[in-house]
């Protein structure tokens, strides 16, 4: 099964935090980072605080894609 492909401008939720937080979304994918040493995807986003983060492909929830 392949994986989806975001871009820039894409709207995702995100899995919760270390403390098992909710991360209050959606986060918009701002700009594409190089894979990681695993050949996971990375993301920069931003989210709804104005606040960027870098994410790994495995912090993003699938079953929920906001799309606009």
Do not use: C, W
């Not at 980072?33 to 605080?49: A, F, S």
């Amino acid at each position: 099964m392949a994986r989806p492909v975001y871009k820039l401008g894409d709207m995702v939720n995100l899995t919760t935090d270390f403390s098992d937080r909710p991360r209050i979304g959606p986060f918009e994918i701002t700009r594409l980072m190089p894979p990681r040493d695993n050949k996971e995807e990375q993301y920069r986003v931003r989210g709804p605080d104005g606040l960027e983060r870098a994410i790994g492909y495995h912090e993003i929830v699938e079953d929920t894609p906001v799309r606009e």
